[in-house]
């Protein structure tokens, strides 16, 4: 079987557990070379341990997205073991819940600090290896409630409209330079962020099912299901799609309502 990420050396942010980790496996079954980046470098580490079990090349990188130092070194760390970064994946992310004026100052910065400053620090990093090649893709996780207004999430939402916008704009600047920069916007995906979510709630069972009802296709997604797009845009099979947000939502973004009788 062809290996559609053979060559590429990619970085995952917030790799240790949930999505990120699924596209770190997806990325190495398909020849990419790995750095799993992550807070906890044990979490990183058991990622790792699992690509090379399954003959796959990574390196676990502790470090922590809102901090330059810890960005550049693990990019030099990566850098230093595989050669040039050609792919980024801004997976990182934290979701305050609440309304804006029940959201604390302090929240609201750190929300902004992981989910976009995050991004533009890694993505600052990476960058000149990719102008020095003249390839590169770029990929920031946004997510339907960057397009949608869904309550209770508005720190989260402004931070993942910000990634789509960033998305565009980046494209607008690198396109001449080989590197491409897209998004992606997932709606509810069956992951340890749901059920950290649903096992908080009094009675998660009638939640969970309406989270399934909520999709058009009848069920939350699954990790896999998103880590496809990772693969079709890190690959050289989306060479020209660049400023796109691709949403993986089973149709909820585009979902219309018309009055029953
Ligand atoms: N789960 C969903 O339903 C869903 C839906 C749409 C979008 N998303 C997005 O997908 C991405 C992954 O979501 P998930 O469900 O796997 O979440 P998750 O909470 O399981 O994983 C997020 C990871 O990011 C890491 N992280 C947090 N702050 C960090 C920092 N400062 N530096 C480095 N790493 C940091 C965490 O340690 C964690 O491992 C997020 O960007 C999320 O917004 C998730």
Excluded: W
Aim: hydrophobic residues 45%; contains cysteine.
């Amino acid at each position: 079987m062809t290996q559609r990420l053979k060559d590429k050396v990619a970085i995952v942010t917030g790799a240790g557990r949930g999505i990120g980790r699924g596209i770190a496996l997806r990325f190495a079954r398909e020849g990419a070379k790995v750095g799993v980046l992550d807070l906890s470098g044990a979490e990183c580490q058991r990622v790792v341990d699992e690509i090379n079990a399954a003959g796959g090349e990574a390196l676990a990188l502790a470090a922590d997205v809102t901090e330059e130092t810890d960005v550049n070194l693990a990019v030099e760390r990566l850098r230093a073991r595989f050669g040039p970064v050609t792919v980024l994946v801004n997976n990182a992310a934290v979701m305050p819940a609440g309304p804006i004026h029940e959201t604390s100052p302090k929240d609201f910065d750190r929300c902004l600090a992981v989910n976009l400053r995050g991004a533009y620090l890694m993505s600052r990093a990476v960058i000149p290896d990719m102008l020095k090649a003249g390839t590169g893709s770029i990929i920031h996780m946004s997510s339907v409630t960057g397009l949608l207004g869904l309550p209770g999430l508005a720190a989260y939402s402004a931070t993942k409209a910000g990634l789509s916008g960033l998305a565009r704009a980046m494209s607008t600047d690198y396109a001449r330079h080989g590197i491409r920069t897209n998004a992606v916007a997932p709606g509810t995906i069956d992951s340890p962020m749901l059920h950290d979510f649903l096992a908080a709630q009094a009675n998660p069972e009638p939640l969970r099912d309406q989270f399934d009802a909520m999709h058009p296709i009848g069920r939350v997604g699954q990790i896999d299901e998103v880590a496809s797009v990772f693969v079709f845009l890190a690959s050289d099979e989306s060479s020209f799609v660049t400023g796109a947000t691709y949403t993986v939502d089973g149709g909820l973004s585009v979902k219309g309502e018309q009055p029953q009788d």
